[in-house]
């Protein structure tokens, strides 16, 4: 009590006002934003920089080994104990200076040599120690095949059969450019081809026919460097694949990707919303309502390798073996519907994102107000006009939240697609200009699938790695388009029924 009668106010503890789980939300919230603002830098920045061109160096090592290809990567590393021990003169010498200089470690660099079919390798590390001298000549070229992966070599002659036309680089170059996209073969049937030197100082020569692409690293202006990289975006985004999905595009994979999105949103939206419809405005509450919904939780929880074995031994081994036996005996033993499709593919995801929709349906329907039913019911209304006319399009928002999630999990999942109809390469599309225009039975490609291949199937796992990013890139694009189109319409539909608010 204070001398002019008032009293002191009472002192409250921090924790009694709430503030440090203010600041432990808070913190929560900053984690959660790092952690997915890092993951979507380090994805945007890997996927983006994968088809800028690189400069081609010539590399010759103290032993005289000459390399030549682009450098992909450089890092310091810690050496095993004793190299120096192990080299002579100015090796030995390079590696003291450079383990004093760096506190212990050596600096290498990866280079991408391609020539497989001579070297045997694709890459090689090279340590700054080893390094005796680097140069950029200025007519390396870098060839993009159809086959055996990148070649680096030096122009020195442009030939159709046994007929050299050309020498110097700069004809040989324009030839090329004349004759790479008009014919390559000459008036007389002769095929065309670039005969190359190579680093070790051999030659070869290659077909303008299994040429891709070819330019002069070193040579490109800013503008030449900017077209090369939008037409590899361009051959990425609309060519099929090529050398075991590590080169070319992934146009089958996006096609395969958006179509079984779509078809299991076309197949799982109705059916989530009518189970929704009938646990919330017709079922009786009671213990079996609950037991039920106790079980489509549970549902959420499966793994989603469980749906994928499902699907396989329900979908494609009864069902399809069923209707194979029906309409498709000549074929047998050849399976055209009792194996992996996009049809089974599609559905064994609606019943993975089955769950999702279910719940979300049913909180939609939970936030109408009692009462916009009870004002409908004394207009005289039925139970089915009221959920038609009433509480189902105050409800479309809440749905359409669903279906979201619903796209967004189902256009990601890998696992159960891996058993029922996603293949490494399907040169025939799912969806086709041929009757009956769509072929349920197919198998497709899956972008999700096809970065799994990528990163642990691929023989050439360092020319994949680049891919990987990129792919993920393309697949985050592909689910943020369909989510942005589906929230679109949401938000429109909200604004038509400004009375619900989700």
């Known amino acids: 009590m204070m001398g002019n009668g008032r009293t002191s106010p009472r002192a409250t503890s921090l924790l009694a006002r709430g503030e440090p789980m203010v600041w432990l939300a808070g913190f929560g919230l900053v984690t959660g934003l790092v952690m997915v603002t890092v993951l979507v830098v380090l994805v945007f920045w890997q996927g983006l920089t994968t088809f800028w061109p690189r400069p081609v160096e010539e590399i010759t090592t103290r032993g005289g080994r000459v390399l030549m290809g682009e450098v992909t990567r450089q890092e310091d590393y810690q050496p095993e104990p004793g190299l120096a021990g192990g080299l002579e003169g100015d090796a030995a010498r390079a590696v003291l200076d450079e383990l004093d200089r760096q506190g212990g470690r050596l600096h290498r660099r990866l280079v991408r040599t391609g020539n497989f079919e001579l070297t045997g390798e694709h890459f090689r590390w090279v340590a700054d120690y080893d390094v005796a001298a680097a140069t950029r000549p200025g007519w390396a070229l870098v060839f993009e095949r159809m086959a055996w992966g990148r070649f680096y070599g030096t122009p020195i002659a442009f030939v ?64 030449g460097k900017v077209g090369l990289y939008l037409a590899r975006w361009g051959e990425f985004l609309t060519a099929e694949p090529r050398e075991a999905n590590s080169e070319g595009g992934v146009f089958p994979a996006i096609f395969g990707t958006v179509l079984m999105t779509l078809g299991m949103t076309i197949l799982v939206v109705p059916f989530g919303v ?102 409908s019911f004394a207009c005289g209304a039925t139970r089915w006009q009221t959920i038609r006319r009433v509480v189902l399009p105050r409800s479309l928002p809440g749905i359409m939240t669903g279906a979201i999630l619903a796209m967004a999990r189902g256009a990601g999942e890998v696992a159960p697609l891996m058993l029922v109809g996603a293949v490494k390469l399907a040169p025939d599309l799912p969806l086709d200009l041929h009757f009956p225009f769509l072929h349920p039975e197919r198998s497709f490609m899956h972008l999700g699938f096809h970065i799994y291949d990528l990163g642990f199937q691929s023989q050439n796992s360092e020319a994949a790695k680049p891919m990987v990013f990129t792919t993920t890139l393309l697949l985050m694009g592909i689910v943020l388009f369909l989510n942005a189109a589906a929230i679109l319409l949401r938000s429109r539909l909200a604004r038509k029924y400004t009375g619900s608010k989700f």
């Open 274 to 375: 009518m189970s929704a419809l009938y646990l919330r405005e017709y079922a009786k509450q009671g213990w079996l309502t609950s037991a039920v919904r106790i079980s489509i939780n549970n549902l959420a929880g499966v793994p989603s390798i469980v749906f994928g074995v499902f699907g396989m031994g329900f979908f494609s081994y009864f069902v399809g073996g069923r209707i194979d036996a029906l309409f498709f005996a000549d074929r047998l033993p050849n399976p055209t519907f009792g194996t992996g499709g996009i049809m089974w593919a599609s559905l064994t995801l609606a019943l993975l994102t089955l769950p999702v929709v279910i719940v979300a349906t049913e909180e939609a329907l939970a936030a109408v107000p009692d009462s916009m039913r009870e004002g």
């Open 160 to 223: 159709a059969g046994d007929s050299v036309l050309a020498t110097a680089p700069e004809k040989v170059w324009e030839l090329y450019r004349k004759h790479h996209h008009d014919h390559r073969v000459d008036l007389d049937g002769a095929a065309y081809a670039m005969r190359t030197l190579t680093a070790d100082g051999g030659t070869e020569d290659i077909a303008l026919a299994d040429i891709v692409r070819a330019y002069p690293a070193n040579r490109l202006s800013f503008a």
